[in-house]
């Protein structure tokens, strides 16, 4: 299992759960600050609760629902069916925990800090795939390949699909504030970007913009100023972010929407967003 996020981790509880022997390789350490929306929905929160980490959820903010806003005062907003509720849950916290779990399963080896560099797949079925995790060759079974949108995984394998042409990127940073009472998830769409917000702290908010290479061109230089300006021009509960305390350094990740020309090979799969991903 090569990459040990949301996906790899997870999957990699799961097979461990049911008897299988897994190696969970990634080259990060953990936890990390990593650009994301971080807003799990209902479903999402259901499946953190059946690997067993229901405790984590109270780490972060429930949200009732989800709205969208546009500059001329439009917007549209739902509550999720039944009562449910999703969970804005910082990224670093989401990461440590599930690979601490990982870590304490007897049939899951993890390795961090160890890279994955070269791949060899069977031509014909008739042998098993092997990868050189550090400086050993590890041959298995099946290969899964988790390691995120820009997967060497997927370009080792020949399954990178060509880039869009249309770029998208994405700027994010946490922002403290004065409890704002208002617990969804909201969308601010403006000319050619988006800016989500997603509380994930009674005082804290994750704001996540989405935009053209052109315009964050324009942020060069100055990420969390061009960040803080644009939740100004959204109004509303963003102008309270906006002059809050940026809880550490805003960063941008891109460009996004990167595919696959398929999810798999011989003895091989591609999960998450390795697998291809929308922005």
């Known amino acids: 299992m090569i990459g040990a996020g949301p996906a790899g981790s ?8 049911q008897g299988r ?28 609760r059946s690997l067993g980490l229901a405790h984590l959820l109270d780490q972060g903010a429930p949200f009732r629902g989800l709205r ?20 804005g849950l ?17 049939e899951l080896e993890v390795r961090l800090r160890t890279w994955v560099r070269e791949l060899e797949l069977p031509g014909d079925g008739g042998s098993l795939p092997r990868a050189r995790v550090g400086e050993e060759w590890v041959e ?19 399954l990178e699909a060509p880039a869009p042409k249309l770029e998208r990127f994405g700027v994010g940073g946490h922002f403290r504030h004065a409890p704002l009472g208002d617990p969804v998830v909201e969308v601010f769409v403006g000319p050619g970007w988006e800016l989500y ?13 989405l935009t053209d290479r052109a315009r964050l061109e324009g942020l060069r230089g100055d990420l969390e100023g061009g960040l803080r300006g644009l939740l100004r021009e959204a109004g509303g509960r963003c102008e309270a972010l906006a002059a809050g305390e940026s809880l550490h350094r805003v960063r941008a990740l891109g460009p996004l929407a990167l595919q696959a020309t398929r999810a798999h090979a011989e003895r091989l799969i591609l999960v998450g967003d390795a697998a291809g991903a929308l922005d």
């Open 68 to 87: 969208y806003r546009l500059p001329d005062g439009t917007r549209a907003e739902s509550d999720f069916p039944a009562g449910q509720v999703g969970t």
């Open 140 to 158: 298995a079974e099946l290969v899964v390949g988790a390691d995120g949108l820009r997967s060497p995984v997927r370009r080792l394998a020949g």
């Open 197 to 209: 917000t997603t509380p994930v702290a009674e005082d804290v908010t994750n704001a996540a913009l």
């Open 21 to 48: 022997s897994v190696l969970l390789v990634d080259g990060a350490t953990f936890p990390r600050e990593k650009t994301c929306g971080e807003g799990l929905m209902p479903a999402g929160a259901d499946e953190l």
């Open 10 to 17: 997870s999957l990699a509880l799961r097979l461990a759960r």
């Open 90 to 106: 910082r990224r670093a916290l989401l990461d440590e925990a599930l690979v601490s779990a990982c870590q304490a399963e007897p």
